[in-house]
């Protein structure tokens, strides 16, 4: 039987955290590999924030604008392939 914690955790403690020691050891080689440092990331994720909350409105208009650019594609196909597929 598995605790309580076990199942959040999905397996032992112990198991699980030298899982998470490999990963984070596998993830962080490849960002050195690529010169990323974790202060790089933050600053990127933090950049990201201020960008996305200075757009505001521009931003929502934006968005409306994209999905209404994709559904002049996306809706004529489906109703393409609803209608052929009606036919089989």
């Known amino acids: 039987m598995m605790s309580t914690l076990e199942r959040w955790l999905g397996g032992s403690p112990v198991a699980v955290l030298l899982k998470l020691l490999f990963l984070s050891l596998l993830v962080g080689i490849v960002l050195a590999a690529i010169g ?3 202060f790089d990331l933050v600053h990127w994720v933090v950049d ?3 960008e996305l909350f200075g757009f ?3 931003a929502v ?4 604008r994209y999905i ?6 996306v809706v004529p ?3 393409l392939s609803r209608l052929i597929s009606g036919r089989r």
Do not use: E, K
Not at 61 to 64: H, L, M, P, T, V
């Open 68 to 73: 209404l650019a994709g559904a002049m594609v």
């Open 36 to 38: 990323l440092t974790p």
């Open 77 to 79: 196909l489906w109703l």
């Open 48 to 50: 990201g924030f201020r």
């Open 56 to 58: 505001g409105l521009d």
């Open 61 to 64: 208009r934006n968005f409306g």
